[in-house]
Nanobody, 124 residues
Framework: QVQLVESGGGLVQAGDSLRLSCRASGRTSSTNTMGWFRQAPGKEREFVAT????????SYADSVKGRFTISRDNAENTMYLQMNSLKPEDTAVYYC?????????????????WGQGTQVTVSS
């Protein structure tokens, strides 16, 4: 089993920045691709960003491209999401996820492990 714990969410104003962290524990050697998703009230969970095990490959949703940066530190078993130029529409609960397979993955069904989520609220 793998446990994922997110942190770093909060209430910020439009234009501000936040950095989310996702720390993995347990059988972390079994995980490869990792990703960030978000879910706003009344909406489905949506893809934000994904990163390969090495960190050499990444992919982003069009809505966050150029503003968000995903990264990981395998020595620390931690993944990050640097969020800049935040907008009110970025308000959501942000979840980190880990997959057993390799290759970038954009669908929530392709991930085996999930964190509990961290709230990000951006005021206008």
């Amino acid at each position: 089993q793998v446990q994922l714990v997110e942190s770093g969410g909060g209430l910020v104003q439009a234009g501000d920045s936040l950095r989310l962290s996702c720390r993995a524990s347990g059988r972390t050697s079994s995980t490869n691709t990792m990703g960030w998703f978000r879910q706003a009230p009344g909406k489905e969970r949506e893809f934000v960003a994904t990163i390969s095990r090495s960190g050499g490959s990444t992919s982003y949703a069009d809505s966050v491209k150029g503003r968000f940066t995903i990264s990981r530190d395998n020595a620390e078993n931690t993944m990050y999401l640097q969020m800049n130029s935040l907008k009110p529409e970025d308000t959501a609960v942000y979840y980190c996820a880990a997959a057993l397979g390799v290759g970038l993955r954009l669908g929530p069904g392709q991930y085996s492990y999930w964190g509990q989520g961290t709230q990000v609220t951006v005021s206008s």
